[in-house]
């Protein structure tokens, strides 16, 4: 069946430095993935949607310049948190809908924990 | 806007017993509506969804949940709770035509007991 893999699944950072997530369909073409964050205990809040070709469209309350989203290929869409800070730390989780005619339904990576020291 | 509300952020059963997780919706269109499951440290799996049609629909794991349009209700129920069903329980509703974003509810915490 169709898998959506993040890497790494756990990142622990110094503040200041920035990190990078990788989401990837692994065996169909995703043009739009989405990026969430979880933060514990809560629900999943969404930040924005990677657009394959295009720029992604954030969220409001989300800042464009420290969650750099890239959607370099119809396979790869990748999350830079830039300069991180401790409260930057939280699950954050991809996803893609398998069909083009999207109505919902979203295969979800594995998540990727991130711990700003 | 659409959102849903989930009633009960932890909800405990014995083994064996009925699983009843509630989740109501708000929306002024027709909506889509989801449960998702999420075991630890995990990314979410969907369990069912709602479209159009059947108002009861079947999902993995035994889980199903039933549509009520009357009562802007989708609760999602099994009929006999195993140890393997511990995990997070999340309903999520997006309206047709409305951006395709899925809107999620707080999360529902089911502890399965011996």
């Known amino acids: 069946g169709a898998v959506v893999s993040q890497h790494p699944s756990r990142v622990i950072c110094k503040s200041g430095t920035s990190v990078k997530i990788e989401c990837r369909s692994l065996?169909?073409?995703?043009?739009?993935m989405f990026w969430y964050r979880q933060f514990p205990k809560q629900s999943l809040m969404l930040m924005a949607t990677?657009?394959?070709?295009?720029?992604?469209?954030?969220e409001q309350g989300v800042e464009k310049d420290k969650f750099l989203i890239n959607h370099a290929s119809l396979t790869l869409s990748t999350l830079t948190v830039t300069s991180a800070h401790p409260e930057d730390s939280s699950f954050y989780i991809c996803s893609a809908p398998l069909l083009a005619g999207y109505t919902g339904e979203l295969f979800f990576g594995e998540g990727s924990r991130l711990t700003v020291l | 806007a659409q959102s849903v509300t989930q009633l009960g952020s932890h909800v405990s059963v014995s083994e064996g017993a009925l699983v009843l997780l509630r989740c109501n919706y708000s929306s002024s269109v027709p909506p889509y509506l989801f449960w998702y499951v999420q075991y630890p440290n995990q990314g979410l799996q969907l369990l069912l969804k709602?479209?159009?049609?059947?108002?009861l629909v079947k999902g993995i794991n035994g889980f199903e949940a039933e549509f009520k349009k009357s009562e802007t209700s989708f609760h999602l129920t099994k009929p006999s709770a195993h140890m393997s069903d511990a995990a997070e329980y999340f309903c999520a509703v997006i309206i047709t035509g409305g951006g395709n974003k899925l809107t999620f509810g707080t999360g529902t915490q089911l502890k399965v007991e011996l």
């Open positions: 065996d169909f073409q995703a043009t739009t």
């Open positions: 990677s657009n394959e070709g295009s720029k992604a469209t954030y």
């Open positions: 709602y479209t159009t049609g059947a108002t």
